[in-house]
Nanobody, 121 residues
Framework: QVQLVESGGGLVQPGGSLRLSCAAS????????MGWYRQAPGKQRELVAK???????NYADSVKGRFTISRDNPKNTVYLQMNSLKPDDTAVYYC???????????????WGQGTQVTVSS
């Protein structure tokens, strides 16, 4: 089993910043991609940003230039720095990780429990 625990959500005014963190733990052999997704009420979950083990990144058009994803490989942790936040960024943010786990090097995909981000004045 691989568990992901997120932190850093909250209430922020438009134009403000937040930093989300997500730490993976368990019988991890290796982690390839880590990412952040979000789901607003009444909408489908969407990709916000992804980062490979080598540091290659991919962003949704709606967050390019405002959000930055990074990771600390030795700590199995991924971060999302969110600047210039807008009300449309309000959602539950989920982190994800995929890689190999356990003695048998089995593939896994895990999700965090989600953290609420609310952008409002």
């Amino acid at each position: 089993q691989v568990q992901l625990v997120e932190s850093g959500g909250g209430l922020v005014q438009p134009g403000g910043s937040l930093r989300l963190s997500c730490a993976a733990s368990g019988s991890i052999f290796s982690i390839n991609d880590m990412g952040w997704y979000r789901q607003a009420p009444g909408k489908q979950r969407e990709l916000v940003a992804k980062i490979s083990s080598g540091g290659s990144t991919n962003y949704a058009d709606s967050v390019k230039g405002r959000f930055t994803i990074s990771r600390d490989n030795p700590k199995n942790t991924v971060y999302l720095q969110m600047n210039s936040l807008k009300p449309d960024d309000t959602a539950v943010y989920y982190c994800s990780a995929e890689g190999r786990r356990g003695t048998w090097n089995l593939p896994f995909t895990s999700w965090g429990q989600g953290t609420q981000v609310t952008v409002s004045s």
